[in-house]
């Protein structure tokens, strides 16, 4: 929950240094579970969007403020990411290759980071 917050008041639009894989990592997993509370909010309130025939989606305005909220925050941690694999943040952009370019964008964020300083900055691990 700490490297969630850290991200979110700390480091909200920073794109410049680098976060280990546990701050992205842990980051998404809270961000995750806070998009299933909002859905889930969404379904008790009744809030959802109504798709014809009396259905109605399981999200709604509720899920797409939290999603909203987690735009840039997500950008900046993801850039920062890639910064610590040695890759720039305009490297997010492979994600539009149909497949390939998505699992690509997982493997990085998945690979242990420059063991050492970078041009994007010291080593988060040791901080």
Do not use: Q
Not at 100 to 120: F, M, P, Q, T
């Amino acid at each position: 929950m700490n490297w969630y917050l850290k991200v979110m008041k700390e480091s909200y639009s920073d794109f410049h240094g680098r976060a280990s894989r546990k701050e992205f990592w842990m980051w998404y997993l809270f961000y995750v579970i806070v998009l299933i509370v909002a859905m889930i909010l969404d379904g008790v309130l009744g809030t959802g969007f109504e798709i014809g025939y009396g259905a109605t989606t399981p999200y709604g305005w509720i899920y797409i403020i939290a999603a909203l909220a987690h735009v840039i925050p997500g950008l900046a941690v993801s850039v920062r990411r890639l910064h610590d694999v040695g890759k720039s943040g305009w490297f997010l952009f492979i994600s539009l290759i149909p497949v390939i370019g998505g699992i690509w964008l997982l493997v990085l964020s998945c690979s242990d980071g420059d063991a050492n300083d970078n041009e994007y900055g010291s080593n988060p691990k040791i901080l």
